[in-house]
């Protein structure tokens, strides 16, 4: 994970990066920071570039990477496959060589369509001059854009600062590579991306649905597809949008209510099996790759701290995070910990000093836990529903590998430094995002991956902070087996065929509503988010599934939302947690009730502008 920017003027005064830009980008690289400018006279341009990187594997290799060609690769990203780098190497220095060995357009675009992993990138090509630079598929990695027509100044940057009225960022859409041509733009004052857009394998260039969204470029620029047709081959295949012909299946008549016998019923048919264990094998690979590629692998002199953990996940004890939690299992040492986070906001106080009992008692409900820890639990006002299943998560993860350290990591969050966090911090990290459920998520998910808590020890607790500089989040689950409650509505008011559209729909924008978000968030801790359920081959595999393998909405909360995942989760030896219906991160760890709770997610939210 890196902080990259980039600044391009046409003026020759001197070009400065925002201070609190640049503070806010050195925060995602703590560990070696450099500028470097370039220049041409005529016509005149000058190009600021300003690296921050976090060392995560291989040695660490200086930013902005330049070859012997004046060349200068900005990257913020992670090779998982797709292009040899072996362990000895970084894959910065290796897509530095790719770029200036095959520097044709086509070649370019197919080093980079080849990557499996998350990726945002800024190039300057010294023959042209070109300006390259652009977001992976989903838009895993934050890249914002912003135009000053006056100062003819244009300005990329991973992560921005929210600076009153005259901030205008918006996040690069992931809809391909762009590619500045530096001496057109030098002589006409006019800025021209060319666009060479993500397409599916087969799919024609003129066809390519998105194109309302790579024109939402920035004020006083414009976009052109390039008429050579040049294009990257989009990683994944489309979605299976094959509905099913009989619209009840027999096996309905068994299931009646939630439980984990049901699952069992299920389970029982061959085909679902066999999905169920390739939905293993490809999710294991993907949570492999993203807790084996970690710094201290080709570190032989210092190896970690082995009672430090190395991966943390963003654990709430519901199904996403539980699955995460017990594939990392299977490829994390047994005798390393795993970090696993759990947030939660101050429950107002009780308003009359009933009986602690009383009060235990009401919250146990409200928290529609299926299992009864919380009544072994005493009062407190941060057993929040999230911390309540996360208990439970993590004594069936104990069942699961006895010999594991699980740090359950108990992160309390009072109203005065959500409030004050979100002032100082979280607001520059949200930005250019604003509604309400940015503002809620957006906290949460950075308390969350702050790792500031405390862990059970003996009898008592102690204060704990997670040095893991990896995070696991679950995003993407939801999004692909229909996890939210408007899948159902959209289920009941237009069947399966209105539910694929929906599914195929929040795919699709995944990256404008939560995945540059999410790491602009994380990345701020020095930590890198990954994300399993977004590795290429796993959404290759689900979108692959007609509809009704994945959910079936017909069966009840609990059991038909991800439906497939509940069924993993089981053959995984998971318990209860299989059967835990969707809730929503802002409602769970209860920062929703914290603030007014008449606002509607989608509303602007106001809490979030600097003073
Ligand atoms: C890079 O440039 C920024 C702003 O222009 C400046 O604040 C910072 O100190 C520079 N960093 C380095 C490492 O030179
Ligand atoms: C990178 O920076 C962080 C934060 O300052 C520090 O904890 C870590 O040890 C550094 N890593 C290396 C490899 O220098
Ligand atoms: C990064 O990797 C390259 C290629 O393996 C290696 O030559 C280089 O020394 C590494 N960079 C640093 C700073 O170690
Ligand atoms: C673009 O211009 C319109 C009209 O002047 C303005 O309302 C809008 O805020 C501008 N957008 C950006 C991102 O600058
Ligand atoms: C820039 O765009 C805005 C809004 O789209 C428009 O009002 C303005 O005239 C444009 N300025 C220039 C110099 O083209
Ligand atoms: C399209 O790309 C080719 C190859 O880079 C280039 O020669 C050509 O000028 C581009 N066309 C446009 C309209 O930019
Ligand atoms: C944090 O919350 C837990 C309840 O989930 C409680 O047991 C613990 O005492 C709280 N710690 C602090 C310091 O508030
Ligand atoms: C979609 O799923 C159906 C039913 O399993 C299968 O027959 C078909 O080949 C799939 N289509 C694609 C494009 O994968």
Known sequence: ??????????????????????????????????????????????????????????????????????????????VFSGLTV??????????????????????????????????????????????????????????????????????????????????????????????IDLRAFAESGSLTFEVYPWIHAGESLSSVSHKSKWEAIPNNTSAVMNISGLSLTSPVCPMNMSIPLLSKDVEHSKISQASVEELEVLLESGRRKIVVNSLINVLSEAVRRR???????????????????????????????????????????SDKPIDLLNVAFKLPEPKIQESAKKGRKQKAKSADSQTDVADSLEYSPFNVPDRITGRAGLQELIVLNPERRWNFVEINVTQKELHEMRQKHICHLVHPLDTVLDDSIGCAVWFAARGIGLIAEGNGKRGFTSSAKVVLTGI??????????????????SGHEGLVQELAMELDRISTRNLGRDDR??????????????DEDVVCFLNSLPVAEKADLSLSRGVGEKLILRLVAKQLGLGASALLPKRAMQFGSRI??????????????????TT
């Not at 135009?147 to 859409?173: G, I, M, N």
């Not at 430090?308 to 994390?332: K, N, P, Q, T, Y």
């Not at 890198?528 to 977004?534: D, G, I, Q």
Request: charged share 20%.
């Open 521 to 534: 968030i994380i990345g701020d801790h020095g930590k890198e988010a990954r994300f399993p359920y977004l």
């Open 592 to 609: 929703a009730k914290m603030e007014n709770s008449h606002e509607k997610a989608s509303d602007k939210c106001t809490r979030l502008l």
């Open 291 to 333: 807790v084996q590629c970690l710094p201290f692998d080709t570190q032989i002199p210092s190896p970690p701290k082995s009672n430090e953990a190395a991966i943390a996940i963003l654990f709430s004890g519901g199904i996403d995070s539980m699955v995460l939690a017990a594939l990392a299992d299977r490829h994390i040492p």
């Open 476 to 493: 993407g689950a939801d999004e692909q087996l229909a996890g939210y409650s408007r899948h159902r509505v959209r289920f009941k008011t």
């Open 86 to 179: 072996r362990l000895d190497e970084n894959d910065t220095d290796v897509l530095c060589y790719h770029f200036s060995a095959y520097n044709s357009p086509t070649d370019i675009l197919s080093v980079l369509a080849n990557i499996r992993g998350p990726w945002a990138f800024i190039y300057y090509q010294q023959t042209g001059p070109y300006l390259w630079f652009g977001r992976d598929f989903f838009g895993r990695r934050s890249l914002l854009w912003h135009y000053d027509t006056e100062k003819k100044t244009f300005t990329l940057t991973s992560v921005a600062a929210c600076l009153a009225a005259h901030s205008q960022w918006q996040e690069v859409p992931a809809v391909g590579v762009y590619r």
């Open 1 to 78: 994970m890196c902080g990259i920017s980039c600044v391009l003027s046409l003026s020759p005064s001197q070009l400065v990066l925002d201070k609190n830009i640049h503070k806010n980008l050195r925060k995602r690289g703590p560990n070696y920071s450099e500028n470097i400018t370039k220049t041409a006279s005529s016509p005149y341009y000058q190009c600021l570039f300003s690296a921050h990187v976090l060392h995560m594997r291989g040695c660490l290799t200086p930013q902005p990477a330049q070859d012997s060609n004046g060349n200068v690769l900005m990257w913020n990203g992670e």
